[in-house]
Each structure stands twice: as C-alpha cells, then as structure tokens.
C-alpha cells in the first residue's frame, strides 16, 4: 500500500498529524508492506526568504484569537509528544525545505525522507530554526543521513525546483486544499490531523478494498500518472 502524505513544513498539524498516523501504522497488521511518501503543500506559497517571528505573523493574519490557536495545538501537540515553542518559531518560506525532501525520497528513498520530514518539523516548531535558510537547512540534511557535499551543491542551485512545482501543481489538480491530506493508494483521501483509531481502521479498510479488487488485465488504472481523489 502507498500513502502519500500532502503537507508543509510549517504546518503544526501537519505534524500533530504525522504523529498520530505513525502510531496508527504500528498497530496495523500490514505495516510493513506501507510504504510512505510526503509530497509537497505551501500554506503561504509567498512567505519572504528572509524569516520573521511567527508571533508577529500570525497575530497579522488572524487577530488576537492567534494566541488562542497556538494554545490549542500547543496541548494537542503534547500529548503526541511534540513541544511546541512558538515564542521561537519563525515565519519562513518552506519551499527549500520541500526541495530537500524531494531529494531525499529521490536519492535515498522513503524511509530517509520520513526522518528529515520529522528533522525539519522539530526544527522549525520546537527549535526555532530557519528552515528556509540553506546553511541551517544543511545541518538538517546532513542529521537525517543526507550527504553534507551532495546537500550543499543542491541547494546552491536550482535543481530539483522544477519537480516540486509539478508537485505542487499535482497536488491543486487533485484537489488538496488544505493539509496534512493523507492520499492511500491514489483514490482515498483523509484530510486532517485525524486521531490514531481513525487512521487505523482506513489502513485496514483500504487493505481490505485492495485485496477485494480484481486484478486489472493490462496494469494500473492510472497509468496517465494521475489518479483523482
């Protein structure tokens, strides 16, 4: 079965999100034949190159309820065994971010991409790391198992810019407009950080339409490279 997780970097339920699915695939019976890819989502596609504090920001954008919001992913995040620490968090552009775990996937595989997403969720929200500045980003990478040489002369460029676009540009043709939205198989989408229950029995009850399916003549339905959701 493959999952592919649409979310940002800069998205705290996103993580909370990431958190839960997690602890639902170790319950399910069929984990080891899950693989999962995260693909890419921006929040704020304009957000500056040059960080600001959150804080600031998202009072901008929403009021005085922004305090409130954060209070309320803060307890939440807890008890998934995140700290949160918005006082420190920047505003950042995370488009560099999602280069590097288009790298990572592409270079490295699945499973190293799952520890720099989970390294660059930890830095931005718990940290208060600039995850759209190359050096820091760097120091990510190479912490996730990523090559520091490979990861530097990536990022000094412009590779792998055009793959996330299209990314992107995939994820507004299916319909993602909000995140994290969790895609099994290419054809069931749950949309939020649902509880680890909830994920789990989608785990079981995608794994029991698979098996129930007959097995297509002449291969994938979705052989355009684009399943709707």
């Keep these: 079965m493959k999952v592919e997780i649409w979310s940002d970097v800069a998205c705290p339920w996103c993580f909370v999100g990431k958190r839960r699915f997690e602890q639902a695939l170790d319950r399910f019976a069929g ?4 693989e999962v890819v995260y693909r890419p989502y921006q929040l704020v596609p304009d957000a500056p190159e040059t960080a600001t504090p959150h804080r600031a920001w998202l009072a901008e954008r929403y009021g005085p309820q922004s305090v409130a919001m954060d209070a ?3 307890e939440l995040g807890r008890g998934e065994g995140i700290e949160f620490d918005f006082d420190t968090a920047l505003h950042a552009n995370t488009f560099l971010g999602h280069r590097l775990l288009h790298l990572a996937e592409s270079e490295y595989g699945a499973a190293v991409q799952g520890v720099l997403k989970e390294a660059l969720l930890t830095a931005h929200f718990s940290r208060g790391v600039d995850v759209g500045d190359r050096t820091q980003l760097t120091e990510i990478a190479v912490g996730a198992g990523l090559d520091r040489d490979r990861v530097t002369a990536y990022l000094a460029g412009d590779e792998g810019s055009d793959a996330v676009r ?4 995939e994820g507004r043709e299916i319909g993602i407009t909000a995140v994290p939205t969790f895609v099994f198989e290419g054809k069931w989408a749950v949309q939020g950080g649902q509880e680890a229950d909830t994920f789990l ?3 079981e009850q995608v794994a029991a339409e698979t098996a129930a399916e007959p097995e297509a003549p002449h291969g994938d339905s979705c052989a355009d490279g684009a399943c709707a959701v």
């Excluded at 984990?31 to 899950?34: I, Q, S, Y």
């Excluded at 299209?166 to 540009?169: I, K």
Aim: aromatic share 0%.
């Design 31 to 34: 984990k080891d034949g899950v």
């Design 201 to 203: 029995r989608v785990l």
């Design 72 to 74: 309320r992913v803060t």
């Design 166 to 169: 299209a990314q992107l540009a």
